[in-house]
T-cell receptor, first 115, second 112 residues
Framework: DVKVTQSSRYLVKRTGEKVFLECVQD?????MFWYRQDPGLGLRLIYF???????EKGDIPEGYSVSREKKERFSLILESASTNQTSMYLC??????????????FGNGTRLTVT | GEDVEQSLFLSVREGDSSVINCTYT??????LYWYKQEPGAGLQLLTY?????DMKQDQRLTVLLNKKDKHLSLRIADTQTGDSAIYFC????????????FGKGTRLHILP
């Protein structure tokens, strides 16, 4: 079974802090994704990566950056946390963009509260 | 445009069948997925269907695909309390670099 592990289930940070959310997958997947999930808005894609050191903006990248130095790890960075970044953050991975059937496998999420 | 629509809530009595509906817009979609999210957890892949199929059955789950109407449904037979969750429909956009688009999710509530 694919395992996608997010380092924290709950985080509480102060406004202005730099925040790192870590995600590791153990199935040698090429693609990794960061989403945020908010009530009534569903899942929104923040950033994704198709390969090591590659990153591409999703639908809502403002206020975030990412890092993919190793294939198995994809980090989401909030440079200066703000209260509107309070949310559930979900990391996902998938096998291969050239494969027709490449479903996303999700971690259990990190619930971030910015006070 | 890209959009996946689902109703937000569904209430079903325990033991009855649940039918969760979804409409999508991209006729080039190849795979369509159903994910389940239990409280406090991430999304778990439940099942998927390839766009050249009409139906797929997997134990208590039946997926029906109507390509003409771009309508996808998930039927859960003999609904149990453990089926209480949010169910997300998702499509793969072949003409958008295999981007996966999610609906906003349907919250399934089980009545005793």
């Amino acid at each position: 079974d694919v395992k996608v592990t997010q380092s924290s289930r709950y985080l509480v940070k102060r406004t202005g802090e730099k925040v790192f959310l870590e995600c590791v997958q153990d199935m040698d997947h090429e693609n990794m994704f960061w989403y945020r999930q908010d009530p009534g808005l569903g899942l929104r894609l923040i950033y994704f990566s198709y390969d090591v050191k590659m990153k591409e903006k999703g639908d809502i990248p403002e206020g975030y950056s990412v890092s993919r130095e190793k294939k198995e790890r994809f980090s989401l960075i909030l440079e200066s946390a703000s209260t509107n970044q309070t949310s559930m953050y979900l990391c996902a991975s998938s096998f291969d963009r050239s494969s027709y059937n490449s479903p996303l496998h999700f971690g259990n999420g990190t619930r971030l509260t910015v006070t | 445009g890209e959009d996946v629509e689902q109703s937000l809530f569904l209430s079903v009595r325990e033991g009855d069948s649940s039918v969760i509906n979804c409409t999508y817009t991209d006729s080039s979609s190849t795979y369509l997925y159903w994910y389940k999210q239990e409280p406090g957890a991430g999304l778990q892949l439940l099942t998927y269907i390839f766009s050249n199929m009409d139906m797929k059955q997997d134990q208590r789950l039946t997926v029906l695909l109507n390509k003409k109407d771009k309508h996808l449904s998930l039927r859960i037979a003999d609904t149990q309390t453990g089926d209480s969750a949010i169910y997300f429909c998702a499509e793969t956009l072949r003409n958008r670099d295999d981007k996966i688009i999610f609906g906003k999710g349907t919250r399934l509530h089980i009545l005793p």
